[in-house]
């Protein structure tokens, strides 16, 4: 695998990453229901101790998508280059 494909998918991963804390936020503070309600005490209360987590998964997020569409452009190039 290429390394432009690398940082697509672990670009990707952290799109998966940041929005699955960011909703869980959401989900608890809004509708009381969501992932933090399932989960153990003990992470619930390190993610809502530290309030600030929903922020930086927030700018993770739009940060990864900003970053995937030169990668994505890349990766075009690339291919379009080994058809011809």
């Known amino acids: 695998m290429t390394d432009m494909k690398f940082l697509d998918v672990a670009l990707n991963a952290v ?14 503070h809004h509708y009381d229901y969501g992932l933090f309600t399932t989960l153990p005490r003990d992470i619930v209360g390190f993610f809502t101790g530290n309030a600030f987590l929903q922020y930086v998964a927030l700018v993770l997020l739009i ?7 030169p990668t994505g452009r ?6 379009i280059g ?3």
């Open 15 to 28: 799109i998966v990453l940041s929005v699955t804390v960011f909703l869980a936020y959401i989900g608890l």
């Open 63 to 69: 940060a990864a998508l900003i970053a995937k569409i």
């Open 74 to 79: 890349a990766i075009t190039r690339r291919e």
């Open 82 to 84: 080994k058809r011809v």
